[in-house]
């Protein structure tokens, strides 16, 4: 029996999530908690999702998050993508970087460039740029974290870094299509909408695989982003790029549309 659209959505917030109660996803879908549980029931039988009193999750091994596990996915093209976006960046910019796995990719790379001063929500990458003993001045902003993928959260989050002014925004997203970007999770919504309206220039990191996928949650247009780092895009797309630049990594045919 084929999957409904809602069933294949519930499942790549679990992957972007880990885990979710059953009261969140109803609200999420706008529909009850006893359609989210029949679509749940669905699922588990499938074994795509674990079941537990009042949520679900994805069944993985207990070892490993659910964030961890996405770190080291498409590995080498969040690589290829983070060394184009570096390249990219003038000498002396201010970044506010995203607390996505590819924005992870790009702090390491930036450990090798010269001081900078970057915002970021991501104590990940926080970390990353702390161990990679560069020279940078990072700021954080305060608020809860959230320990499944090290994040902090919060209207005071945001309300803090809409203070700044930097020159470049880095974020990735869930899914891209023809109407735009999505997202799943309403708080980073928020965020990229606010840090959208604030930076200079707006940078989109996103493998291709990401522009076959759906997600909930309208983020922005394709003419809110500046700049589109990917490894292919298909024409749909392209097409509507013609006021930004679209940079592909080296290794594809092509610099920029």
Same mark, same amino acid.
């Given at each position: 029996m084929a999957r409904t659209r809602r069933q294949e959505q519930i499942l790549a917030l679990l992957a972007a999530r880990g885990k979710a109660a059953i009261s969140f996803l109803a609200e999420e879908f706008d529909v009850s908690d006893e359609t989210i549980r029949r679509d749940l029931k669905i699922l588990s039988a499938e074994r795509k999702v674990e079941k537990f009193h009042g949520g679900v999750?994805?069944?993985?091994?207990?070892?490993? #998050?659910?964030?961890?596990?996405? =770190?080291?996915?498409? #590995?080498?093209?969040?690589?290829? =993508?983070?060394i184009r976006t570096a390249q990219y960046i003038r000498e002396g910019a201010t970044l506010l970087l995203d607390n996505s796995t590819t924005a992870c990719f790009l702090a390491k790379e930036l450990t090798r460039r010269e001081p900078m001063t970057i915002l970021t929500i991501s104590l990940e990458i926080a970390q990353i740029l702390n161990s990679g003993g560069s020279q940078h001045r990072v700021i954080l902003p305060g608020g809860e974290m959230r320990q499944a993928d090290r994040t902090l959260t919060g209207a005071g989050t945001i309300s803090y870094l809409s203070t700044f002014s930097p020159s470049y925004f880095i974020m990735s997203v869930v899914a891209g299509s023809s109407g735009g970007c999505q997202d799943f999770d309403l708080f980073e919504v928020e965020f990229k909408r606010a840090m959208i309206a604030r930076a200079d220039e707006t940078i989109l990191m996103m493998d291709a695989g990401k522009f076959s996928k759906s997600g909930l949650i309208h983020v922005c247009d394709w003419s809110e982003i500046d700049v589109l780092v990917t490894d292919a895009a298909p024409p749909e797309i392209t097409e509507q790029f013609d006021h930004g630049h679209l940079l592909l990594p080296h290794t594809a045919q092509g610099d920029t549309v």
């Open positions: 999750r994805l069944p993985m091994p207990r070892s490993e #998050a659910p964030f961890d596990r996405r =770190l080291s996915e498409n #590995a080498s093209i969040k690589t290829e =993508l983070a």
